[in-house]
Nanobody
Framework: VQLQASGGGKVQTGGSLTLSCAES????????RAWFRQAPGKEREFVAA????????YYADSVKGRFTISSDAAKNTVNLQMSSLKPEDTAVYYC????????????????WGQGTLVTVSS
C-alpha cells in the first residue's frame, strides 16, 4: 500500500489550502484514513480522521470548524480542506491509514504518506 500526499504550500494567515492523499497498491481494511501533522521540534499530532469512509469523522479541537476531511472511494483519495489558516498550523502534514485501533494515535497507523509541508505566514 502506498500513500502519496500533495497540495502543501505557502499561504498567508486566513488563507486556504486543500491537501490530497492518493492511495494505491493492494486492497486493505480501510478502517481509518487520517491526517497528522508535525511542527518543527514537536511531536506528530492528530488532525482529523475519517472512519469507514464517512461513517464517523473526528477532528482535533485545534482545527475543528476550520478543517474538513473527506474521502472519495472511486478515486481512492482522502482530502483535507483547510481554511482560516493560522501560523500555528505550519507543519508537515502526513496522511495515514489504519486497519484497526485508536484513530487518534499515530501508533495505530500502518501506512503513511511522505508528508507535505504547509507554511502559514503572519
Amino acid at each position: 500500500v502506498q500513500l502519496q500526499a500533495s497540495g502543501g504550500g505557502k499561504v498567508q494567515t486566513g488563507g486556504s489550502l486543500t491537501l490530497s492523499c492518493a492511495e494505491s497498491g493492494r486492497r486493505f481494511n480501510k478502517y481509518a484514513r487520517a491526517w497528522f501533522r508535525q511542527a518543527p521540534g514537536k511531536e506528530r499530532e492528530f488532525v482529523a480522521a475519517d472512519i469507514w469512509s464517512g461513517s464517523s469523522i473526528y477532528y482535533a479541537d485545534s482545527v475543528k470548524g476550520r478543517f474538513t476531511i473527506s474521502s472519495d472511494a472511486a478515486k481512492n483519495t482522502v482530502n483535507l480542506q483547510m481554511s482560516s489558516l493560522k501560523p500555528e498550523d505550519t507543519a508537515v502534514y502526513y496522511c495515514a491509514a489504519a486497519q484497526r485501533g485508536d484513530y487518534s494515535s499515530a501508533y495505530s497507523y500502518e501506512y503513511w504518506g511522505q508528508g507535505t509541508l504547509v507554511t502559514v505566514s503572519s
